[in-house]
T-cell receptor
Framework: DTAVSQTPKYLVTQMGNDKSIKCEQNLGHDTMYWYKQDSKKFLKIMFSYNNKELIINETVPNRFSPKSPDKAHLNLHINSLELGDSAVYFC????????????FGQGTRLTVV | GEDVEQSLFLSVREGDSSVINCTYTDSSSTYLYWYKQEPGAGLQLLTYIFSNMDMKQDQRLTVLLNKKDKHLSLRIADTQTGDSAIYFCAEKLEGGSYIPTFGRGTSLIVHP
């Protein structure tokens, strides 16, 4: 059983489109995250949710809107995609905010053309 | 400069030891981590060290922390081809955001 699963694994889309990436964790964790990894492998936090509530929102364009229908799911919706949004997006979860360990999904490679 | 810095590449021969280095800037780090990312996969926590420790050993892995120089290293003994991956150093600070800050990762290439 995959602990943190993201879909899709690959996403190729045109500029201006709207797309969503889904994430689910079956670990019973309270906290979920979205990270963006750029082409230089730089990994940056985007959002963090705890029990369906937004607790961290780094300086991310408001075209990015996370949604947490329940604490096991954290989806990422992106409007009006731009070339610079091309990256690998990782979902992660931890037991509580600030837990020692975070568990990562396999990543979604988004390519905007 | 970046908060957590690592060299981008390291190439070693199978069976040799690998040492991956990391420097960080914030002295209020509480935990320092090493994550491994295999091709096409997410990050997996390898090991971590609390900031009041100097060394931690776990089978083939040895983590050394020099808090004075803000330097962290990961030594992999008897490196195998399966160790080829990107290794990320990360720090978590006391107070403020509890989100770890990651380095850019070191690509470890193990050749026969």
């Amino acid at each position: 059983d995959t602990a943190v699963s993201q879909t899709p694994k690959y996403l190729v889309t045109q500029m201006g489109n709207d797309k969503s990436i889904k994430c689910e964790q079956n670990l019973g964790h309270d906290t979920m995250y979205w990270y963006k990894q750029d082409s230089k492998k730089f990994l940056k936090i985007m959002f963090s949710y705890n029990n369906k509530e937004l607790i961290i929102n780094e300086t991310v364009p408001n075209r990015f809107s996370p949604k947490s229908p329940d604490k096991a799911h954290l989806n990422l919706h992106i409007n009006s995609l731009e070339l610079g949004d091309s990256a690998v997006y990782f979902c992660a979860s931890s037991q509580v905010p600030g837990s020692t360990e975070a568990f990562f999904g396999q990543g979604t490679r988004l390519t905007v053309v | 400069g970046e908060d957590v810095e690592q060299s981008l590449f390291l190439s070693v021969r199978e069976g040799d030891s690998s040492v991956i280095n990391c420097t960080y800037t914030d002295s209020s780090s509480t935990y320092l981590y090493w994550y491994k990312q295999e091709p096409g996969a997410g990050l997996q926590l390898l090991t971590y060290i609390f900031s009041n420790m100097d060394m931690k050993q776990d089978q083939r892995l040895t983590v050394l922390l020099n808090k004075k120089d803000k330097h962290l290293s990961l030594r992999i003994a008897d490196t195998q081809t399966g160790d080829s991956a990107i290794y990320f150093c990360a720090e978590k600070l006391e107070g403020g955001s509890y989100i770890p800050t990651f380095g850019r990762g070191t690509s470890l290439i193990v050749h026969p």
